[in-house]
Structure formats: structure tokens, C-alpha cells
């Protein structure tokens, strides 16, 4: 089955600095890369995400980047603010719509310094 | 609220008993999932429905372990004789899959509930 790798785990940066998290993938089927912000007591909601078919997607402040020959992505947030501090997880599927199960990372908790 | 709605939201119960936890997904969407979530690591999938049917059931989804989706609307998963290992967020999330009629489909994102808290003591 897919094995997702995430790091950091822990990341801190000043604030207005760029934060960026690594990610890599093992199944070479899988063409759909989401990725998920969770706050304290909630569940994970998806900030961005990326399909194979595309290297760069980007959405004001974060972009995602993917590169399918060495099977890894990475998500960039730059400018950072305080409200960017949570835990981050990557995430990836064979989103064919036959199967949509997400294969996650173990997550980075990512803290701005003030 | 129209988002993914889950019941309750902790639950503490002593080892052994069963406990039953519910997830109302977003109206019309006809996937449902269910994840676990373990302190410190990410969700790992357990089970999902498209409609009333279940389709896949991870190993993780033992045989004390049952989920239902009876009408297609929200879904119950069960544990019985839970056992310290039990205790995790468990998540649900619900997306909207549909056929474009020419082999092809498409679909929405997946939302997540804000999960279920179980404790067993």
C-alpha cells in the first residue's frame, strides 16, 4: 500500500518568514496530493491541493509543488502569520474516484514566533 | 452549520464496554469515510461508503469494529468490548462523487467532521 513520509515534524519560524514541508510518496499510482491543516480540537481541513497532471498550484500565501519522478511534494507558506500555527499533514490517493481513500503523513506542527 | 457533523464529541467509557458514535455527513454527498487519528499522527483510514454500501475496510478495522450506513444519510460506527488500544480521534469525512455519463466521474474534496474522542479507562 501507499507510505507517506512527512518533515519536519516540528517546524518554528519567525513570523513573516517562509515555512516549508516536505513530503514523499511510494505508490506511483497515486495522483492526488492534498494538503490538510488541523487546529486544537478539530478536524483536519484542506488548505490546497495538487494533482499529478500539474507541477505548481498556488493560493495567495501557499503553493504546493510536486514532482512525480522522485515522488515527492511540498507545500510553502510564505509571509507567515500567527493564525498559520497548527499541524500540517500531506496526504495522498489514487483519486480516480474508484478509490479515494487518503494516505496521510504524520504531520508537522508548525509554530510562528510573534 | 451545513458542514460534517459529529455525536458526540468525547466519549469516555471503561474497558470492555461498547460504544457507538455517529457522523451526519454534508447533505447530498454520497461518499462517507471514517478515519482514526492516534495521538500525534495523522488519520489512517478505516472504512468508506458510497451510498448505503461499504466498499473498502481497512485491517485496521478489526472484527469488534463495525460501521453502517443504512439509508445513505449519516453513518454509525460501533466498537464493542473496547480495549485501551481503542482510545483515538476517530473522523469522519463525506465527499460528493458523481458519473459525467461517459466513464468518466468527478468529485469534491473531502470534509472532515471535527471527530469523536474516545477514552477507554
Known amino acids: 500500500g501507499e507510505n507517506v513520509e512527512q518533515h519536519p515534524s516540528t517546524l518554528s519560524v519567525q513570523e513573516g518568514d517562509s515555512a516549508v514541508i516536505k513530503c514523499t510518496y511510494s505508490?506511483?499510482?497515486?495522483?492526488?496530493f492534498p494538503w490538510y491543516k488541523q487546529e486544537l480540537g478539530k478536524g483536519p481541513q484542506l488548505i490546497i491541493d495538487i494533482r499529478s497532471n500539474v507541477g505548481e498550484k498556488k493560493d495567495q500565501r501557499i503553493a504546493v509543488t510536486l514532482n512525480k519522478t522522485a515522488k515527492h511534494f511540498s507545500l510553502h507558506i510564505t509571509e507567515t502569520q500567527p493564525e498559520d500555527s497548527a499541524v500540517y499533514f500531506c496526504a495522498a490517493s489514487r483519486a480516480n474516484f474508484g478509490n479515494e481513500k487518503l494516505t496521510f503523513g504524520t504531520g508537522t506542527r508548525l509554530t510562528i514566533i510573534p | 452549520d451545513t458542514g460534517v457533523s459529529q455525536n458526540p464529541r468525547h466519549k469516555i467509557t471503561k474497558r470492555g464496554q461498547n460504544v457507538t458514535f455517529r457522523c451526519d455527513p454534508i447533505?447530498?454527498?454520497?461518499?462517507l469515510y471514517w478515519y482514526r487519528q492516534t495521538l500525534g499522527q495523522g488519520p489512517e483510514f478505516l472504512t468508506y461508503f458510497q451510498n448505503e454500501a461499504q466498499l473498502e475496510k481497512s485491517r485496521l478495522l478489526s472484527d469488534r469494529f463495525s460501521a453502517e450506513r443504512p439509508k445513505g444519510s449519516f453513518s454509525t460506527l460501533e466498537i464493542q468490548r473496547t480495549e485501551q488500544g481503542d482510545s483515538a480521534m476517530y473522523l469522519c469525512?463525506?465527499?460528493?462523487?458523481?458519473?459525467?455519463?461517459?466513464?468518466?466521474?468527478?468529485?469534491?474534496?473531502?470534509?472532515f467532521g471535527q471527530g469523536t474522542r474516545l477514552t477507554v479507562v
Open positions: 505508490d506511483s499510482a497515486s495522483n492526488y
Open positions: 469525512a463525506s465527499s460528493l462523487v458523481q458519473d459525467l455519463g461517459t466513464g468518466g466521474k468527478v468529485g469534491t474534496e473531502a470534509f
Open positions: 447533505s447530498e454527498h454520497n461518499r
